[in-house]
C-alpha cells in the first residue's frame, strides 16, 4: 500500500524480479504473455515470452491439463494451488513446483482479465525432505534397540 495509490510501472516490475519466485501474466482467454519476472524466463532461457500464448512458449505442455486449469481460473476466479507440479525446466528436467494461479480482473479501460502465476521450483526441498524420511525410517529401529538395552542396563 502506498501514498496516493500509484506506483511506477517500472517500480513494480523491478521489485517483482527481486523476488526468487517465478511470476508471471497471463492476459484473456488466448492466455498471452504480458509480464514474466527474471526467474519466470529462467524456466526458458533464450525463448521470448512476452506477447506470446502460453502454449507457444510451452509446447510441450499441449495435453497436460495446465491450459484447461489457467483457463478455468481466468473463467471462475478460482485460485488452482499447485503442489508438487511436475513440469521439466531447462536447468531440472525432474523439476516438481509449487505455487498458485490467481485472476486479476481487468482494470481500467479495455484490459482484458488476466492470471498471475506465482510458482517456485521446489525440487530440491524435496529431496532433502525424502532423504531426512529415508533416513530416520533406517535409523529408527536402531533408536528402538539402544533404548531397550539403555533401559536393560539401568534396571540392573
Known amino acids: ?84 507440479y511436475h513440469a521439466p525446466a531447462a536447468s531440472d528436467p525432474q523439476a516438481l513446483w509449487e505455487g498458485e494461479v490467481v485472476r486479476a480482473d481487468a482494470g481500467e479501460g479495455n484490459m482484458a482479465a488476466s492470471i498471475v502465476v506465482f510458482i517456485r521450483n521446489v525440487t530440491e526441498a524435496v529431496r532433502v525432505q525424502q532423504a531426512l524420511s529415508a533416513s530416520e525410517r533406517r535409523f529408527r529401529p536402531s533408536t528402538m534397540r539402544f533404548r531397550c538395552s539403555r533401559s536393560a542396563l539401568l534396571l540392573r
Open 1 to 84: 500500500i502506498c501514498p496516493n495509490g500509484a506506483l511506477s510501472e517500472t517500480l513494480l516490475a523491478t521489485a517483482i524480479d527481486m523476488v526468487d519466485a517465478c511470476v508471471a501474466i497471463l492476459s484473456g482467454p488466448e492466455l498471452r504473455y504480458t509480464f514474466v519476472n527474471k526467474a519466470y524466463q529462467a524456466i526458458k532461457p533464450g525463448t521470448a515470452m512476452l506477447g506470446r500464448r502460453y502454449l507457444e512458449v510451452f509446447a510441450e505442455a499441449a495435453g497436460s491439463g495446465v491450459e484447461q486449469r489457467l483457463l478455468e481460473v481466468l473463467a471462475t476466479g478460482r485460485p488452482w494451488r499447485i503442489e508438487r
